[in-house]
């Protein structure tokens, strides 16, 4: 008979109060581990679509009296047609030790042209990836042909997508903005004509609230074409999975191997997504604490119903000698033994809803929830809730004087 | 080996003070079978609880081989308790729930030593009370009288010196009884220091000294002992 004999024997003796206790243990575990493995699985497909959804990243020619402005983003000059850049230059971003970060590699030429309403703005894009980049379009008509076909990738370390179009000669399908369609009263299907190209509008962007709504679209190699500038580009935009890189890494890397390139990171947008993620990761946390506390509250009022109902009980091991410590440690047993059981009981629910919910949230890109280290946090948490919600009643115990519990003396 | 000096204590019920012993002086022998005697709020039990080192008097002093018990924090008070008594309750005490052999271990719980030798220890003490065949019951399944035994048992199994029991034969029919008051009598032979508090007339027969207790003080010129045979005889009360 040692002390953690007496604690488990006394769990034995309370079976219906320590199977509530437990209850409620696994519950509040349970809704912990389901609340912190889906918030982390938000948290990956938020940043992951964030990621994705616009640039981070943005390369332009090393050149000091650049103001082009484009997107907000300054990229050239009021002639637009600044460009030292070439498609063979983006070769070695796919060689940079994070190339698997990169999701979205988008060329582009820019060139003013005169289409008889006085001049627009022409970006030359490879509209596989355009699309891709700008998620948020929305489009009447139909993306040109080459926007929704197989495109080689930068991911994984591929070469640059530039590389692998316009073999077949370029495309003359282009997007308008809305609001050039509107000035050149030009509907999808209709054609225009530059410089001896016959151009089909093959569709019209939504309005975006974005400098998109003034600008033609045209295929990389066309706008090369046209603008007599072959191999040519202006800037370069990149989405990168940042989440678990920063941003400003994949930065110095593409700037390393692009030297004769400006590599900066678009920081608002990196702000935000952050941002987005920390709250959801901040709501998690609110959630769980008030879980937790709730949880030692539970552990905390039926310890102390326990500690009542034992007092002769306690008494006599006063009275047999036991020290006021190791009261203390029959009681911390109980709690300890209790609180292991709800941690790992806990845990596997929270792990059974977890992949029970996985299906109906959404198309969460889940890592394996088995996550050991969450395991062992949570085991951790659950023997934190149990012992602290347990340090009061076992002082109480302790406290209790042998005659006053033995009431036969 | 106790000694107690000018002990009274005084409680406080309903802010009324009640004084539940006043002015006692005791001294017990090693190996002596004393029964302090006296009807119902007598006092009696709380001279014992201040003896069993639970108790602290509100005045004057209680020594046990010399040591000053009340001097002591309440966790050497604790490990006193441990080595140098033990303890057979009225209700006995035993928890429901543990066999008779882990009741009796309970007062091993805290000493150190080998599992093993704390289940050789706690099963010779069954023997000695004649139970040990039934160290697997429940005390449920075990009668008054077994009940008794094993709460003795307990009580010897950490050899101390000195057993305390309180109305000892207070809830068992009197072959019972007389079958719990036997087995004190065999521990007090065996060297044990005993000290009983009855009002059972029966059960002072087995005392070797009666210390009789009226209205919280000791009863002078009352005193008796018994001699060899197990008759009472009186003797000058202890009232230094």
Not at chain 1, 204 to 214: C, R
Not at chain 1, 333 to 349: D, K, N, P, R, Y
Request: proline share 4%.
């Amino acid at each position: 008979m040692q002390l953690y004999d007496i604690s488990l024997k006394g769990l034995r003796r309370r079976l219906g109060r320590m199977a509530l206790l437990l209850l409620s243990l696994v519950t509040a575990v349970a809704t912990v581990v389901t609340l912190v493995s889906i918030t982390r699985s938000l948290n990956h497909a938020v940043a992951h679509r964030l990621d994705e959804f616009g640039a981070n990243i943005v390369i332009v020619p090393q050149a000091s009296d650049l103001a082009l402005s484009y997107g907000g983003i300054s990229v050239g000059t009021a002639a637009y047609d600044v460009g030292e850049l070439t498609l063979a230059d983006l070769e070695p971003i796919g060689s940079i030790p994070n190339a698997r970060n990169i999701s979205v590699v988008a060329p582009k030429l820019l060139a003013a042209v005169d289409l008889g309403a006085g001049q627009v703005l022409m970006a030359g894009v490879l509209f596989s990836e355009e699309v891709r980049l700008k998620q948020w379009w929305q489009v009447r008509g139909a993306y040109p042909s080459g926007a929704s076909g197989p495109v080689a990738s930068t991911l994984g370390g591929h070469a640059p997508t530039a590389l692998a179009v316009g073999r077949d000669g370029p495309s003359t399908e282009v997007l308008l903005g809305a609001r050039l369609a509107q000035t050149l009263g030009l509907e999808p299907g209709d054609t225009l004509v530059h410089g001896g190209h016959t151009l089909l509008v093959a569709g019209v962007l939504q309005e975006t609230g974005s400098q998109d709504d003034d600008i033609l679209f045209v295929d990389l190699s066309l706008a090369q074409e046209i603008a007599g500038r072959p191999g040519e580009i202006s800037l370069v935009e990149i989405a990168a999975l940042c989440s678990d890189c920063p941003v400003e890494e994949l930065v110095r890397q593409i700037g390393d191997v692009l030297p004769q390139a400006r590599v900066s990171a678009v920081r608002q947008a990196v702000a935000l997504r952050m941002e987005t993620v920390g709250q959801l990761t901040q709501f998690a946390l609110i959630v769980s604490l008030v879980v937790a506390l709730i949880g030692g509250l539970i552990v905390l009022t039926t310890m102390l119903g326990a500690v009542a109902e034992r007092r002769q009980e306690i008494g006599l091991f006063r009275a047999l000698g036991f020290r006021r410590a190791h009261i203390q440690r029959v009681i911390l047993g109980e709690a300890l033994l209790i609180s292991l059981a709800g941690g790992v009981l806990g845990w596997l629910a929270g792990m059974g809803a977890v992949l029970l919910l996985r299906p109906t949230i959404a198309e969460l890109a889940m890592e394996s929830p088995w996550d050991p280290i969450l395991a062992l946090v949570t085991l951790a948490g659950a023997l934190a809730i149990g012992l602290a919600g347990s340090l009061y009643p076992a002082r109480r115990a302790a406290d209790l004087d042998p005659t006053t519990a033995l009431r036969a003396l | 080996m106790i000694q107690l000096d000018n002990v009274a204590k005084t409680y406080n019920t309903n802010g009324a003070p009640v004084h539940a012993l006043q002015g006692v002086n005791l001294h017990i022998a090693e190996g002596e079978f004393a029964a302090i005697v006296g009807p119902s709020g007598s006092g009696k039990s709380t001279l014992l609880s201040i003896i069993g080192a639970m108790n602290p008097p509100s005045q004057g002093r209680m020594l046990v081989d010399g040591i000053d018990v009340y001097s002591l924090s309440v966790e050497r008070q604790a490990d006193l308790r441990h080595e140098y008594l033990g303890f057979v309750f009225q209700q006995l005490q035993l928890l429901p729930y543990l066999t008779a052999l882990e009741n009796v271990l309970l007062g091993l719980a805290i000493a150190r030593m080998r599992r093993a030798d704390k289940l050789q220890r706690a099963q010779e003490a069954l023997e000695r009370v004649g139970l040990g065949s039934k160290g697997d019951r429940l005390p449920g399944q075990l009668s008054g009288g077994e009940q008794g035994r094993v709460a003795v048992a307990r009580a010897l199994v950490n050899a101390p010196p000195l057993i305390l029991a309180d109305e000892p034969t207070g809830n068992l029919d009197s072959a019972t009884g007389r079958q719990i008051l036997a087995l004190l009598q065999e521990l007090n032979a065996a060297g044990h220091t005993v000290i009983m508090v009855t009002h059972d007339a029966q059960a002072t027969a087995h005392a070797r000294r009666i210390i009789p207790i009226l209205d919280g003080r000791l009863v002078a010129g009352e005193e008796a002992a018994t001699d060899d045979d197990g008759e009472n005889k009186v003797d000058r009360a202890h009232d230094d």
